[in-house]
């Protein structure tokens, strides 16, 4: 059974940096793009990060380049997503989930399946 387990999320200051996890199970990670996405109360769930299964692409929403990193360990099955200078638009629930076409510039959900249950981001002073 394909799961997702994020963590990482909390409450940190402006400016401030968080790293959230993402742990596969039930799959081999390193045959697919994994995507980071998020949802803020009120709005639709829109795609932050994606990363191809051999790391060598990576795309990023435009809000969030020179901000936030990806990166994935196939060994440890686990994506990540290293946020800095976060600010409080950044607050969400942020979830990873499964690309089933690779990974592109439009980070689009319905080109993903399989999303974890989320872990929440709160950027505020």
């Known amino acids: 059974q394909v799961q997702f387990v994020e963590s990482g999320g909390g409450l940190v200051q402006p400016g401030g940096s968080l790293r959230l996890s993402c742990a596969a199970s039930g799959f081999s990670l390193g045959y697919y793009g994994i995507g980071w996405f998020r949802q803020a109360p009120g709005k639709e769930r829109e795609g932050v990060s994606c990363i191809s299964s051999s790391a060598i692409r990576t795309y990023y929403e435009d809000s969030v380049k020179g901000r936030f990193t990806i990166s994935r360990d196939n060994a440890k099955n686990t994506v990540y997503l290293q946020m800095n200078s976060l600010k409080p638009e950044d607050t969400a629930v942020y979830y990873c989930?499964?690309?089933?076409?690779?990974?592109?510039?439009?980070?689009?959900?319905?080109?993903?399946?399989?999303w974890g249950r989320g872990t929440q981001v709160t950027v505020s002073s």
């Open positions: 989930a499964r690309s089933v076409s690779g990974c592109y510039s439009r980070i689009e959900k319905k080109d993903f399946d399989s």
